[in-house]
């Protein structure tokens, strides 16, 4: 069974830092490119960062280019992303997911976790 438990969320002050993990079971961490997605109330879920399955490359949404920063670690089976000069905006659930294949242009897995809060607000 694919499962995704994230973790880090919290309420953080405008331009302070988080950082997220997401721990995956069920299915070949290693081989898979992973992704984080966040929503915020009343929107679709977006995109945020991918990364490869080797750690190699990785992709951003504009609004989060030279903030975020997504990582992982296969042995660990664990994707992490470090949110930094976090903004109002940023406040979302953030869920990671995988994708079918070792790069994030392969379709994302429809599994998804609970998912992890993340409040900024002075």
């Known amino acids: 069974q694919v499962q995704f438990v994230e973790s880090g969320g919290g309420l953080v002050q405008p331009g302070g830092s988080l950082r997220l993990s997401c721990a995956a079971s069920?299915?070949?961490?290693?081989?898979?490119?992973t992704s984080w997605y966040r929503q915020s109330s009343g929107k679709e879920r977006e995109l945020v960062a991918g990364?490869?399955?080797?750690?190699?490359?990785?992709n951003y949404a504009d609004s989060v280019k030279g903030r975020f920063t997504i990582s992982r670690d296969n042995a660990k089976n664990t994707v992490y992303l470090q949110m930094n000069s976090l903004k109002p905006e940023d406040t979302a659930v953030y869920y990671c997911?995988?994708?079918?294949?070792?790069?994030?242009?392969?379709?994302?897995?429809?599994?998804w976790g609970q998912g992890t809060q993340v409040t900024v607000s002075s």
């Open positions: 997911t995988a994708h079918w294949g070792p790069t994030t242009g392969f379709r994302p897995r429809a599994s």
């Open positions: 069920g299915f070949a961490f290693s081989t898979a490119a």
């Open positions: 990364i490869d399955s080797a750690g190699i490359s990785t």
